[in-house]
């Protein structure tokens, strides 16, 4: 295929760190109104959090005006609520709030490490994968069952990394978080798919080496290789705050 790039003679030894402070977004992505498709990323957590509270990863939100208190979104993080897990364990969860008024959210039961890297891929049909593996489901609100970007209704949004933007577009949350190989697809992913993308848990993924099946449903592939435009697809982030770049691994 003619827009999936090969890898062999380009570096491939950075990810993007964020310190809580500061994130990358792209306002009205191309895909803002899917109601369909998948997220593939890396990510790593320095320094667990120790008090109950979450550290933003990936977020899509509604940017218009203001809906009830959360505002409309949707956004990925690594989460420690010791009331609604009856556990004091940081995981890997899935927020989201269609009305801006109250949330649904599932998380992997997977207890996560620091300075760990894991890959995850979240589809919308509701499926979340750890490493290749689907995983296992805790809840500490109403459980989400499925719903993707379309579900956030309006005209305005923002995909951001890092952070947690407001419904007015302002930074909202952050935390400190790296962050690295995102691919979006417009589909959901099978579980072959997934541990394709995975492989053997090394880093980066090669969508060049994807089955042609899989390569079709890449809409972008960012990297983060001292740049913010991606390797595949449109759409150039614009840096807040001047996150920085760390060698990995």
């Known amino acids: 295929m003619g827009r999936v790039q090969y890898f062999e003679d380009m570096p491939m030894d950075f990810a993007r760190r964020y310190d809580g402070t500061n994130y990358d977004y792209i306002a009205n992505p191309a895909n803002q109104y899917d109601a369909v498709g998948a997220m593939s990323f890396s990510f790593r957590v320095p320094v667990l959090l120790s008090a109950d509270g979450l550290l933003p990863i990936i977020s899509f939100s509604h940017n218009g005006s ?6 409309k979104k949707m956004f990925l993080c690594v989460r420690r609520r010791s009331a609604g897990y009856g556990n004091t364990n940081n995981y890997f969860d899935w927020t989201y709030s269609a009305n801006g008024t109250s949330s649904t959210a599932k998380s992997s039961n997977l207890v ?3 300075n760990t890297w894991y890959h995850v891929a979240v ?3 509701g499926s979340i994968y750890i490493n290749g593996t689907l995983a296992t489901y805790i809840y500490w609100a109403t459980a989400f069952t499925s719903g993707w970007f379309s579900g956030i209704t309006g005209t305005n949004h923002d995909l951001s990394f890092g952070a947690i933007l407001t419904n007015t577009g302002a930074f909202g949350n952050g935390g400190r978080v790296d962050l690295d190989d995102y691919i979006y697809f417009n589909d959901n992913l099978t579980s072959g798919e997934v541990a394709e993308i995975y492989g053997t848990g090394t880093r980066p993924p090669d969508p060049a080496s994807f089955t042609s099946t899989l390569q079709a449903k890449i809409v972008t592939y960012r990297n983060w290789e001292n740049t913010l435009a991606p390797v ?9 705050g001047s996150p920085s770049y760390i060698a990995f691994p």
């Not at 203001?66 to 505002?71: I, L, N, Q, R």
């Open 66 to 71: 203001p809906s009830g208190v959360y505002g």
């Open 112 to 114: 996560l490490a620091a």
């Open 123 to 125: 589809c919308s049909d």
């Open 232 to 240: 595949i697809g449109s759409g150039t982030l614009t840096p807040i």
